[in-house]
């Protein structure tokens, strides 16, 4: 496993822009894919995009397809998501995750990734 660390969260009013930034510790961190999750108040953890260990594929849920966008930079052991246009609906407590152990590809499913950030909040104002 890795240790990972987000950073980037914050408040911003409908229609505006973030960067989440997920830094990994470790000397392999290009080998393996990478996910963001979200989660809101009373919800489960939802699957937002997911990228491959060359970051030259990537996956997007529906709901942000369009809007955000998943990066990464193998030389710097970081993930990023871009976040715009944003919508008081994308609230949540945001994630990164990585998969070390098995390669799931561009998973979807939160079991298919082993190693977890402590998250970051961000608050979407109407």
Same mark, same amino acid.
């Given at each position: 496993?890795?240790?990972?660390?987000? *950073?980037g969260?914050?408040l $911003?009013?409908?229609?505006?822009?973030?960067?989440?930034? &997920?830094?990994?510790?470790? #000397?392999? +961190?290009? *080998?393996?894919a990478?996910?963001w +999750?979200?989660?809101?108040?009373?919800k489960?953890?939802?699957f937002?995009?997911?990228i491959?260990?060359?970051?030259?594929?990537t996956?997007?849920?529906? *709901?942000v397809k369009g809007r +955000?966008?998943?990066? #990464?930079? %193998?030389?710097? %052991?970081t $993930?990023?998501?871009q976040? %715009? *246009?944003?919508?008081?609906e994308?609230?949540? $407590?945001?994630? &990164?995750?990585?998969?070390?152990?098995?390669?799931?590809?561009?998973?979807?499913d939160q079991y298919?990734?082993d190693?977890?950030?402590?998250?970051?909040?961000?608050? $979407?104002?109407?």
């Amino acid at each position: 496993q890795v240790q990972l660390v987000e *950073s980037g969260g914050g408040l $911003v009013q409908a229609g505006g822009s973030l960067r989440l930034s &997920c830094a990994a510790s470790g #000397r392999t +961190f290009s *080998s393996y894919a990478m996910g963001w +999750f979200r989660q809101a108040p009373g919800k489960e953890r939802e699957f937002v995009a997911a990228i491959s260990w060359s970051g030259g594929s990537t996956y997007y849920a529906d *709901s942000v397809k369009g809007r +955000f966008t998943i990066s #990464r930079d %193998n030389a710097k %052991n970081t $993930v990023y998501l871009q976040m %715009n *246009s944003l919508k008081p609906e994308d609230t949540a $407590v945001y994630y &990164c995750a990585a998969q070390t152990q098995e390669d799931y590809g561009l998973g979807v499913d939160q079991y298919e990734y082993d190693s977890w950030g402590q998250g970051t909040q961000v608050t $979407v104002s109407s």
